[in-house]
């Protein structure tokens, strides 16, 4: 067929991230920090839902759907730039829940939308989630991952055709029937959007989707058996960078561990040990004699200082940690000074510009 008779059978397609929540189980990293934007290593977090949209050329345009420090968010991501997608804000006058906030930023549209939850870090094939929503006409596909213990998510019953038959948000221990939950990816038909009341707070987990199974609506399940992880708690956002480091993630330059990623910017003296697998970013200092044991992630223009000792734990940019000090299993924000010889262990969690004293224990 002569080029100029190809009709392009691609069509634009746009995807909502829902990034306006206040990421309280991240407290106190979220105070200055909205969650869609905590650093996983040396990146805001939404770069990594960025990559997976990218790789679908339909999707022409991102819409962040935010209320909770929208401006530090749009600093970040401005005009989409670098990443080869047009970003557009969409900002709530007032928390709008899951499907409020998707019918307030889907006001305009009339094409089928992908809608991501704004921490959710997987490598689904998103165009076969598309490619399976047209193929089956529906009204919506959902994204299904098996975990060991679904009562933290949407738990979702499905037939064997496929179509999701039940959905219950945060179910209780006795009402656990599969180990099949939401993984916060859906395609949906804006024609659908109507049902959702405009300007008062409704969620798409506890009301939208229990409204298709309901009208008995088509509702797709998609299962992924990738990797899938919710960085929405410190357990979580910890074990998502181990995860990274192990190689279970594998989108990111951190592939082929275990290895000691440091930055040519960064100064590791003399008689500083580097274990593997960690990461030091750049503008940092490793003095003699300090430890930087396996699993730790030293962000930007941090110091460690002589014999301090940073083990298994997640340390955001400039911060100090001085001499003979100890930080294990813990997460530090910005900006934190902890003094000589201080011990921080066992899942301590501080917020930016957190003062340790010489000498402390927590
Ligand atoms: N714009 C906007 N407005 N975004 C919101 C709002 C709102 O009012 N409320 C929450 N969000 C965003 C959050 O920022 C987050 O990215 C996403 O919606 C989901 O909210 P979470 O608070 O993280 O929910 P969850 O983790 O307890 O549960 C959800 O995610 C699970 C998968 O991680 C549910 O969708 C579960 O069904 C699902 O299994
Ligand atoms: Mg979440």
């Not at 105070?31 to 839902?49: A, D, G, M, S």
């Not at 930023?105 to 997987?122: I, P």
Request: with cysteine; aromatic share 8%; glycine share 8%.
């Amino acid at each position: 067929m002569p080029a100029g008779h190809m009709i392009s059978s691609v069509v634009a397609m746009k995807a909502i991230l829902l990034a306006g929540g206040k990421g309280t189980r991240l407290r106190p990293l979220t105070i200055h920090t909205p969650k869609p934007i905590v650093p996983i290593f040396e990146r805001p977090f939404l770069n990594y839902q960025l990559d997976l949209l990218k790789r679908v050329p339909e999707i022409d345009q991102v819409i962040l759907s935010l209320n909770y420090q929208p401006r530090r968010i749009e600093h970040i991501f401005g005009d989409g730039g670098e990443s080869g997608l047009s970003i557009r804000y969409v900002v709530e006058p007032a928390p709008l829940g899951t499907a409020g906030a998707v019918r307030y930023a889907g006001e305009a549209l009339r094409e089928s939308v992908v809608v991501f939850n704004g921490d959710v870090l997987t490598e689904i094939d998103l165009a076969s989630v598309i490619a399976l929503h047209r193929e089956r006409k529906a009204k919506a596909t959902i994204v299904l991952t098996p975990v060991e213990n679904p009562s933290a998510y949407g738990l979702v019953e499905t037939d064997e055709a496929g179509n999701v038959r039940r959905f219950l948000e945060k179910p209780k221990p006795d009402e656990i029937t599969c180990d099949t939950i939401n993984a916060g990816i859906y395609v949906l038909e804006p024609d659908t959007f109507d049902r959702i009341p405009a300007d008062t707070p409704w969620s798409i987990e506890r009301s939208y989707f229990p409204s298709l199974i309901e009208r008995g609506e088509t509702f797709v399940a998609y299962v992924d058996r990738g990797y899938w992880i919710d960085i929405g708690t410190p357990a979580k956002y910890t074990q998502v960078h181990r995860d990274i480091m192990d190689g279970h993630f594998r989108s990111t330059r951190f592939a082929g561990g275990p290895i000691a990623w440091v930055s040519e910017d960064a100064r590791v003296d003399e008689g500083a040990v580097l274990e593997a697998p960690c990461f030091i970013d750049e503008g940092t200092v490793v003095k003699a004699g300090a430890r930087i044991g396996p699993y730790s992630v030293v962000g930007r223009q941090c110091h460690v200082e002589e014999h301090a000792t940073v083990a298994q734990s997640i340390l955001w940019a400039n911060t100090r940690i001085c001499q003979d000090a100890l930080v294990s299993q813990s997460i530090l924000g910005r900006q934190c000074h902890v003094g000589r010889s201080a011990t921080i262990e066992n899942g301590v969690v501080l917020g930016d510009k957190s003062v340790v004293t010489d000498f402390s224990r927590l």
